[in-house]
């Protein structure tokens, strides 16, 4: 690997944009050649920019430069992590696709944009996957308020139509209870009559006298309140 990375002309791999200040240009061959050094160093986590910088030996190349280059390097790294599965088996077939026709057509920098391309869209992919589940998880929320608010409301309602069968069955029995009251008094004032009519015929009124008389008036009230 070592050998293959210096077996290339630094300063061909160099380029410069053509701004007022020249920025440096990543190429596909420079970058395939970072890739090249941060792998012999054991990986974007352990390789730091200055064991980069020496064992790319690229001339031009600064510390500043391969700092930005490895941290994005690293992100990419990561959200290519974060992907699921079925992403990244998407991702294997936009990649594996574009080397087969850069094969074919010996374009190395055309397959590295479309890898590029492919692994954005894979990105994309990911963060649309992650807003949906998203508002999944909002619109499920959402649902459980409003179902324990249902659950609140029907109860409610239960309880106060049971308060409401109370009331009607106390009323109910309340007229039940005054209107007995009124045939008994009716009954006993009814029975009063007859009784009298029936002493007037065995007794006639003028051998009544008038103790006789409250004596049976008293007799029949105190009748009366018996049966109240």
């Not at 410069?16 to 061959?29: F, G, I, Q």
């Not at 007229?175 to 006993?188: H, K, P, R």
Request: charged share 25%; glycine share 6%.
């Amino acid at each position: 690997m070592y050998s293959a990375i210096h077996s290339v002309p630094v300063d061909s791999e160099v380029l410069w944009t053509s701004d007022p200040k020249p920025r440096l240009r990543w190429t596909a061959e420079l970058h395939e050649r970072f890739v090249d050094a941060v792998t012999q160093l054991g990986g974007p986590d352990k390789a730091t920019p200055k064991t980069i910088l020496r064992t790319m030996g690229v001339k031009g190349l600064t510390l500043y430069h391969l700092k930005s280059h490895l941290q994005k390097y690293r992100m990419g790294k990561q959200s290519y992590k974060d992907l699921p599965d079925s992403s990244k088996d998407g991702i294997f077939g936009i990649a594996a696709s574009c080397i087969a026709e850069s094969q074919d057509t010996g374009s190395s920098i055309s397959s590295t944009s479309k890898i590029a391309h492919g692994l954005n869209d894979g990105y994309q992919v990911t963060e649309a996957l992650r807003v949906q589940m998203e508002v999944q998880r909002t619109l499920h929320d959402q649902l459980e308020v409003q179902r324990r608010l249902q659950l609140r409301i029907e109860a409610q309602g239960k309880y106060l139509q049971s308060i409401l069968d109370k009331a009607c069955k106390v009323l109910n029995d309340h007229a039940i209870a005054t209107v007995g009251f009124e045939a008994t008094s009716e009954e006993l004032s009814e029975l009063a009559i007859k009784v009298t009519n029936d002493f007037n015929q065995i007794v006639p009124v003028e051998t009544l006298t008038m103790s006789s008389l409250s004596e049976l008036a008293a007799s029949i009230s105190r009748k009366q309140e018996c049966f109240h």
